[in-house]
């Protein structure tokens, strides 16, 4: 199993990042994908969840207008789409499978948000 998050980097507020978690080992089209992120010196929060067919999604309320999250089950890939960033979105976002009782966790992405 791997899920390997990719597209952090550096922005500046008000910019846009598109991050990428591509998955493989599992049937990824039975899982519930999320995406969490993890402050320096704070706790992993949830940012956005999508259903496995992604037809529901649910979002942060410090997120809900600027961030999008969607999946594409043919390329086992789901996507965040971070628009008007802001500094307090810096973080190591991390990809989350969830199908039950089963989760597999990436290893997270960089994301910091600065001028």
């Known amino acids: 199993v791997q899920v390997v998050e990719s597209g952090g980097g550096l922005a500046q507020p008000g910019g846009s990042l598109r991050l990428s978690c591509a998955a493989s080992g599992f049937t990824f089209s039975s899982y519930i994908m999320s995406w969490y992120r993890q402050a320096p010196a704070k706790e992993r929060e949830l940012v956005a969840t999508?259903?496995?067919?992604?037809?529901?999604?649910n979002y942060a309320d410090s997120v809900k207008g600027r961030f999008t999250i969607s999946r594409d089950n043919t390329k086992n890939t789901v996507y965040l789409q971070m628009n008007s960033l802001k500094p307090e979105d810096t973080a190591v976002y991390y990809c989350k499978a969830l199908r039950g009782r089963m989760d597999y966790w990436g290893k997270g992405t960089l994301v910091t948000v600065s001028s």
């Open positions: 999508i259903s496995s067919a992604g037809g529901m999604t």
